[in-house]
């Protein structure tokens, strides 16, 4: 090599650092844009709140969500960007505005002067406490602690919502006083048919069972499921309905009966079946970093789900899972199932285990495709977190 080979090879690398570092300055330039764009909208969004709390709009519309997102996606095709990231960006973007313009709700009942939360400082009753509160509501609560007050302090309610342990919730609902007979009398235990009939028994007005499907740990109701089962009077307590629309909740009516039935699969035996898992792993004691490190994203999420039940109070799921008797035949049926799959594998049949996959593939139809779809989406964006990383 002569020296202005040597040279010439010397200034091109030289060149090089300068080039990437001009172009990271314009990366920097174009992200703070974009940090600035970001305070813009908030703003916007905050404003926003402000007026649909004035006039009693609800905050999250399905409908303006999706047009929207429509529009942007359509727009990022034309200029060659990915829609798909333009769709991930904005929903992250909506959920946060959506949690901003949640600090205050219009009022949709204002002659209801009291509310009292039965177990108003317990995980789920504090959401429902500061949500009445936002809504302006006169909210107080009623615990062990002051439960010798229940008389006075429930005499002149509107409305009493039962937010205590699902083992406890019958017996306290036996206890109550006699309620005004216009007082709306609801609560939000996971299972719906026992706790009614106690409500229906101790009051001769309005009554409502309902099952928030989310946990304390949600930021308010927004997109979440919120089941309804019909008690008495449902004209009378209709705006409690209207007012948790306003919240962002999507209601879904149903019986109590089917309520019940379909939490034990919903929950009981996905619980269930959570915890014997996690068991069984503590009892064989792998060492945790390295399942955690030689699986891939979709084996480590599903890993993660396990570990978020490990990470909750298990009186919270002791009372879930036990206080449904009825599932207890549904989870023998279960283990005959696992036990018979493990007699396949023993005898080698192949051929039986494809034909039972290819049934119950047959039975989820379509959903298992979107699910396939849905997933990747998923796993895409738990990827960026630490969640799905290794544990040193």
């Not at 990271?24 to 764009?37: C, G, T």
């Not at 009892?283 to 990470?311: C, D, H, T």
Request: with cysteine; glycine share 4%.
């Amino acid at each position: 090599m002569n020296n202005d080979e040597s040279d010439n090879q010397g200034k091109h690398s030289a060149k090089v650092p300068d080039a990437l570092s001009r172009l990271r300055a314009q990366i920097d330039e174009v992200d703070s844009e974009l940090v600035k764009l970001l305070q813009k909208r908030s703003s916007i969004t905050t404003r926003i709140g402000q007026y649909k709390s004035e006039q009693g709009q609800p905050i999250y519309v399905p409908e303006r969500e999706r047009a929207l997102i429509d529009a942007r996606r359509s727009e990022a095709s034309a200029l060659g960007v990915s829609p798909d990231l333009i769709e991930d960006i904005l929903r992250r973007l909506m959920r946060d505005s959506y949690h901003s313009q949640h600090a205050k709700y219009a009022c949709i009942n204002p002659d209801i002067k009291k509310v009292v939360v039965v177990g108003g400082e317990g995980a789920l009753g504090k959401v429902f406490v500061a949500l009445f509160k936002q809504s302006a509501y006169q909210v107080e609560v009623l615990e062990k602690t002051n439960w010798h007050e229940r008389e006075a302090t429930l005499v002149d309610a509107d409305m009493v919502l039962m937010a205590v342990p699902i083992n406890s919730t019958c017996d306290i609902i036996a206890q109550l006083p006699k309620l005004k007979d216009s007082c709306v009398l609801a609560d939000v235990t996971s299972i719906k048919e026992a706790p009614l009939r106690a409500m229906l028994a101790a009051h001769s007005g309005p009554v409502v069972g309902l099952h928030p499907m989310f946990g304390p740990d949600a930021p308010g109701m927004i997109k979440q499921v919120v089941v309804v089962c019909e008690g008495r009077l449902p004209e009378q307590y209709e705006w409690l309905l209207a007012q948790m629309r306003l919240w962002g909740g999507a209601l879904y009516e149903s019986s109590a009966a089917e309520h019940d039935q379909a939490m034990a699969y919903i929950q009981v035996m996905r619980h269930f079946s959570t915890f014997v898992y996690g068991q069984h792993l503590q009892q064989e004691n792998p060492k945790l970093s390295e399942l955690i490190a030689f699986s891939s994203p979709i084996y480590r999420l599903e890993l993660a789900m396990v570990g978020r039940l490990f990470a909750q109070a298990p009186e919270l799921y002791a009372d879930i899972i036990f206080s449904n008797q009825d599932s207890v035949a549904l989870l023998k049926r279960f283990s005959a199932r696992f036990e018979s799959a493990i007699e396949l594998l023993q005898a080698g049949d192949k051929t039986r285990f494809i034909e039972q996959f290819r049934d119950a593939s047959r039975w989820f139809g379509d959903y298992a495709q979107m699910c396939l779809v849905d997933s990747k989406k998923m796993l895409l964006k738990a990827d960026d977190s630490h969640l799905l990383r290794k544990i040193e």
